[in-house]
């Protein structure tokens, strides 16, 4: 290596460099030293290697003595430090220490060297250590806490993919790992803030959450102590616990080998829920019931089947023997199908010799007689059912007796069959004349109302004229008073007479229609101002739904005014003050619709289709303080039907009451 010509080699003049420390060069696995050589103005421009330990030999692949008087930038290459020359010269200039990590070749094994940098009397020194187990282990330890990491990781997501809640708490019963299922049972969203308190404390925020407003403190409280004792006895042993919500978890919590806990639930909502729709439909049944496993051991029944067994209680795994023994207490006699009698020993070896079914009477102390049947299902459990047939064996007696007295009774039963058909031609002959009573009835009906409906108006004109005072006043109030009672009672009078003159012409055929294209809109405004002074007198509220002035029907107007103020009277008279009634106006596709709404005393469901017949109404009198002749709604019906319409009816008591007219167009 040449150097600048103004540059002196300081091993030419120089003296032999003293050993090296004893200690350092057994505190590391080697050591070398160098010299900086300086240029022009003090600057360092080089060093040149003074002392290679025997350590440090195993690291340069140079003798030791091919090394010392060399420039440091051949072996730092050799090392593939591309800045080490400048850090060697930064030490030497400044006095700081450095190091450098490097790798090098020791025969045919790569080893990780850390090599120290720092003053060295007028020199440096370069302490080298190998670290390459180290490393190696830093390595592992790096790579274990990657795996840990993600072992950590992918156990979290599977407790977190499990819909069972799982939770774990250390020996001083706090929570070092849950699941989402958990957090959730536990009215929680983030474990964040969960993760090292007590299960205590967990315990009490969750259950006060989850039953505020449900639950007293004295019931929280005797809650709390009961869990607790669970958790901290840990058996394993599976025990359930129910939410205010309905959400039903089955519990396990075992210890652990560090002396904490391990709790594993599994909700059981549905399961409960199908359990308890199986005791329902148990109890619901008339039959008593159980069923036994293929060991013959109880697993379900009902109240009927233990009612049997009274007083002894039964649980469950009861064994089938033990079951038949108790019931036979209060149990008479036994007999197959047959009518033989069996002893209970026989009743049970049957029991067990039975492939598919057994069947078998069991009669009791107190008169009772039972049919039990057995069935062995597909996988060998045996379903057992009681039936109560005490009737039906008296009626089996009894109809050995009855096929006797049956026998005669053909005969007689023959002679009634010839009279039933010569009552039955009387009876079609009667029918006939009550259709025609009842057409006389009808023509009576509207001769009657035509020839009082004369007289009727002359009463009416008259009154009126009284109450008007046309001729002169009357002088006497009372009088006056008199003179409207008769004018209102007549008018009432001629309303009824005209009811029922157009129900009796309906029912005769005779009623004809006008029809003509009329307004809609035409027909609602003039029933309004017809209705108007009676909705002001009863204090209620009229509404009706705006129309288009040219929304046309062919109808007669009359009639169907005359069906919207019965409709209208009956909402006025059915609705208390304050009420509402609306009418609305539909238009269909095939024709119109009319909506007469009240928010009265309504009417049954029951009662609508009575309701429709002429002179039925709602309620008796003694009850119904709204009189009528019970003609209104029947005489609407027969008129829309005229029109080739329908009359609908919604109501419920209390709820109000719904017309709807529906016309063609």
Known sequence: MSTPS???DPLLTAPDIPPSDTLLEAAFDGVLTAKPIHGTGSRIVDLRWTHVSAGAVRFTKLPAKLLVGMSCQGLLDSWHLDD????????????QPDQVDITAAVGTEARALAIQIMPYGDEIALLCRDVTDQRRAEFRIRELEVQTAHAERRLGEALDASPDPFAMFDADDRLVLCNKSWLAMTYRESADSLLGQSAEDILRAAVTKGVLGVWNRDEIEAFIAWRMEKHRHPTGEPFQVRRVDGRVFMIRENPSQDGGVVTVASEITEIERGRELLDQALESVDEAFALYDRSDRLVIWNSKFAHRTAPVKLHKGMDFVAVAHEAAHNVVRLLDMDGNPMTLDERIARHYAMTTSLEFERHHHDGRVSLIRERRLPDGSIALTSTTVTELKRKEEALRDQVVALKSARTQAEKQAAHLAKMATLLTAEKERAEAANHTKTQFLANMSHELRTPLNAILGFSEILKLETFGPIGVDRYRDYANDIHASGDHLLSLINDLLDMSKIEAGKYRLHKEPYPIESILSSVTRMMQGRVDEAELRLRIDHVAPDLMLTVDPRAIKQVLINLLANAIKFTQPGGLIDVEVETLGDGVSIQVRDT????PRAAI????????????????PHEGSGLGLALSLALVELHGGTLAIDSSEGAGTCVTVRLPH
């Open 6 to 8: 103004t540059v002196t």
């Open 84 to 95: 080490g020359l400048s850090r060697l010269i930064g030490v030497a200039a400044s006095g």
């Open 600 to 603: 009265g005393i309504g009417m």
């Open 609 to 624: 289709p009575r309701l429709l017949k002429p002179f039925e109404q709602a309620y008796s009198p003694e009850i119904n």
